[in-house]
C-alpha cells in the first residue's frame, strides 16, 4: 500500500540536543517538503525539495537541516539552534506533474522535555 | 510576497446549518487546492480548481473560483459531525514548486 511514512510519531527532546525526524516515501514522487504546524496554526514550509541531492529553504529554515539522498526518504533535523523545536511535524510529497496535489504523512509531534 | 487569507478563522455550526470559508488574494491565484485536516489528523486534498468562475462539487461540497481568480470558497450543504476539522485552501504559486497556504478555517458542529 503506497503512502508516506513519518517517524516516530511522538519526540521529545533534551535541551541543546538534535534530533532527526524520518519521512519515507513509496509513491515515487519527485518532491518532498517539511512543514511546521503549531497549535490553531497553518502549515508553514521549512525545506523542500525537488530532487535527489537537492533542497531550497522554505519560510521558516533557521534551526533545521535536511537531507535528500534517496528518492524516497527527506529527513528532517531539528537542531539546538531551534529555540522552540514543539510543534507538530508534517512530512508531504509530490509527483512531478503540473497541479498535482501534496500527500502527507500522519506527522510527528515534537516536544522539549 | 503573496498572500493568501482565509475567514472566517473559527466557526461553530448546529449539526444541518451551512458553512462556507473564503480564501482570498490581492493577486491572482494561480489555481487553487483544498484540504481538510481532522483534528489530530493531516491534511488530505480535496479538490484543485484551475478556471476562472470554475465550480465543483463533491456530494455536499461545492467549491467555487471566483471570475478574477482571486477568490474562492467551500460552502458545506446541511453539515454533519464528520465535517469537523480544518479546511485550508493552498494557491498552486506559478512556479508550480510550493503551495501558498491560508492559515485555515476550523469547523465545529454541534450535534
Known amino acids: 500500500d503506497g503512502g508516506i511514512t513519518q517517524s516516530p510519531k511522538y519526540l521529545f527532546r533534551k535541551e541543546g540536543q538534535n534530533v532527526t525526524l524520518s519521512c519515507e516515501q513509496n509513491?515515487?514522487?519527485?518532491?518532498m517538503y517539511w512543514y511546521r504546524q503549531d497549535p490553531g496554526q497553518g502549515l508553514r514550509l521549512i525545506y523542500y525539495?525537488?530532487?535527489?541531492?537537492?533542497?531550497q529553504k522554505g519560510d521558516i529554515a533557521e534551526g533545521y537541516s535536511v537531507s535528500r539522498e534517496k528518492k524516497e526518504s527527506f529527513p528532517l533535523t531539528v537542531t539546538s539552534a531551534q529555540k522552540n523545536p514543539t510543534a507538530f511535524y508534517l512530512c508531504?510529497?509530490?509527483?512531478?506533474?503540473?497541479?498535482?496535489?501534496?500527500?502527507f504523512g500522519d506527522g510527528t509531534r515534537l516536544s522539549i522535555l | 510576497g503573496q498572500q493568501v487569507m482565509q475567514i472566517p478563522q473559527y466557526q461553530h455550526v448546529q449539526e444541518g446549518e451551512d458553512f462556507t470559508t473564503y480564501c482570498n488574494s490581492s493577486?491572482?491565484?494561480?489555481?487553487i487546492q483544498w484540504y481538510k485536516q481532522r483534528p489530530g489528523g493531516h491534511p488530505v486534498f480535496l479538490i484543485q480548481?484551475?478556471?476562472s468562475g470554475e465550480v465543483k462539487k463533491q456530494k455536499r461540497l461545492t467549491f467555487q473560483f471566483g471570475e478574477a481568480k482571486k477568490n474562492s470558497s467551500l460552502h458545506i450543504t446541511a453539515t454533519q459531525t464528520t465535517d469537523v476539522g480544518t479546511y485550508f485552501c493552498?494557491?498552486?504559486?506559478?512556479?508550480?514548486?510550493?503551495?501558498?497556504w491560508g492559515l485555515g478555517t476550523s469547523l465545529a458542529v454541534n450535534p
Open positions: 525539495s525537488q530532487i535527489v541531492n537537492d533542497f
Open positions: 480548481l484551475v478556471k
Open positions: 493577486t491572482t491565484l494561480s489555481n
Open positions: 493552498a494557491d498552486n504559486a506559478g512556479n508550480n514548486r510550493k503551495l501558498i
Open positions: 509513491l515515487n514522487h519527485d518532491a
Open positions: 508531504a510529497s509530490r509527483s512531478a506533474g503540473l497541479r498535482q496535489p501534496q500527500h
